[in-house]
């Protein structure tokens, strides 16, 4: 056969054998698909009936043509997101095929009437695209209700937020030195995974004690089982330059570090008070405050990893406060429910500040952890050092040195109401034979976290009062 014959023969050979290797199908499963996002989030704010679409492309990176067995919208026809692949109506296709090195589109819509009474504050569905015996996931998420959405927001003027609507916080919150934003009865704020609520100025939280009226701060899940996950937003902080910030009847859930404070206050008040708050199920702390000043009257602060950490001296009053914590499926209770100390190391040298604490009146508890010492007062140094234990119930084995104490109920159960940690339900109230009852000092404090009334006599132990 001729040279020039042969040549020819095999250059369409060649073209023959990419030609039907383009036309055939890859099988494999590490077949190349790239899904151009993971997440599709629609923040559109719904006054009325509406629909918004978004897209995503599905990417076959391979030389020959791949067929996804199905493109499923989990949710079904009952879902309020609806999908089209490529002109073609879901939720559910089968064997569609993406010729070699092409791609196609996803056009997803979400229809929203915010007036439903059924609607979930935030409404979740996903889209499952299956291949070669592999799944990936798009999720897909639409808020359900009209709400204030703040998305890396920074506060520069004197604000007012009125319960007329939900506030949710993307990105982050930030109130600039100088400014004060004021919160009233009945807000409901729900923050983000990755926005922090940062304070240079002041907050003031004017809570109310019907729970309808108090003001919450949690992460934006509401969906069964995030809604009840720690960790589900960063928390609030305190930075050098906040001062003045009051809460009062306020409920922040679910942080990482629900309350972070640094550096004392820039004037004469505390440079946080909390009056009547419940911290609850923060990840890593529920207080962390570094040389800083708090005044917290008739606040529970439960199940955190670390409930109440105060380092590096500063100047506390904690009256008629619950710090507890018991092992749970969130988190294992680990660390005290109070450590105290008037330093913290840094490049292995303490760095230490003055010290002025005062515990009256409060249970510290912590129950099915590794935990003996439920209060830990560490001290390094010369600087002044005054921790006062007066009239408290806590759970030690070694008392703390250089503390002065007064009135201790030592490892004697508080006798709570009712603890159910495989249902996760914690009631933080005395039962009748509680050791805690009457066993108080007046301080001049006339309600408890109710707002229920306390005696002119001896009140009870901890931030609720045994009716």
Not at 71 to 95: E, H, Q, R, Y
Not at 358 to 381: A, P, T
Not at 436 to 446: D, F, L, M, R, S
Request: proline letters at 5%; charged letters at 15%.
């Amino acid at each position: 056969m001729p040279m020039k014959l042969t040549g020819i023969l095999a250059i369409f050979l060649l073209l023959v054998f990419f030609s039907c290797r383009k036309d055939s199908f890859i099988t494999s499963a590490n077949a190349r698909l790239t899904i151009t996002t993971d997440t599709l989030k629609y923040d559109t704010v719904f006054v009325t009936a509406g629909s918004v679409y978004q897209s995503f492309k599905i990417i076959n990176e391979n030389n020959q043509k791949l067929r996804l067995s199905s493109v499923k919208l989990m949710g079904g026809s009952g879902s309020a997101f609806k999908i089209n692949v490529d002109g073609t109506p879901g939720p559910l296709l089968n064997n569609v095929e993406i010729a070699a090195n092409d791609s196609l589109y996803v056009f997803v819509q979400v229809n929203v009437n915010p007036t439903a009474n059924n609607l979930p504050f935030i409404i979740r569905d996903s889209i499952q695209v299956s291949y070669n015996g592999n799944n990936k996931l798009v999720q897909l998420e639409a808020w359900g209700l009209n709400a204030h959405f703040f998305r890396n927001k920074v506060i520069g003027v004197n604000e007012t937020w009125n319960n007329d609507l939900p506030y949710v916080i993307l990105g982050s919150l930030t109130i600039n030195p100088n400014i004060l934003l004021t919160i009233n009865k009945g807000c409901r704020i729900y923050v983000h995974a990755d926005a922090p609520i940062v304070v240079d100025g002041s907050i003031q939280v004017n809570g109310q004690k019907d729970t309808i009226d108090r003001v919450y701060f949690r992460g934006d899940r509401m969906d069964d089982p995030y809604k009840d996950f720690p960790a589900g937003w960063p928390g609030i902080f305190f930075r050098t330059t906040a001062r003045d910030n009051v809460f009062t009847y306020a409920v922040i859930k679910n942080a990482y570090q629900a309350i972070g404070i640094q550096d004392p206050a820039t004037n004469a008040n505390p440079k946080i008070i909390l009056n009547e708050c419940v911290i609850d199920n923060a990840y890593d702390a529920g207080i962390i405050a570094l040389n800083s000043s708090v005044r917290a009257r008739n606040c529970l602060v439960s199940n955190c990893g670390k409930n109440l950490f105060l380092a590096k001296g500063g100047d506390y009053q904690f009256t008629h406060c619950t710090v507890a914590a018991w092992s749970n499926s969130f988190i294992e209770h680990r660390d005290p429910v109070l450590l105290v100390s008037n330093y913290i190391t840094v490049n292995n040298i303490p760095v230490t500040a003055n010290l002025n604490a005062l515990f009256r009146n409060c249970i510290f508890w912590g129950q099915d952890g590794l935990v003996n010492d439920e209060v830990v007062v560490l001290k390094s140094g010369n600087t002044v050092f005054n921790v006062n234990f007066d009239y408290n119930l806590w759970k030690v084995q070694t008392i703390p040195p250089n503390i002065t104490s007064n009135q201790i109920i030592n490892n004697q159960a508080p006798q709570f109401d009712s603890i159910n940690t495989n249902k996760n339900y914690y009631d933080f109230r005395l039962n009748a034979s509680s050791p805690a009852i009457n066993k108080g000092v007046n301080a001049g404090i006339t309600i408890d976290l109710d707002g229920k009334p306390r005696p002119v006599g001896l009140p009870d132990l901890g931030c609720f009062e045994k009716q």
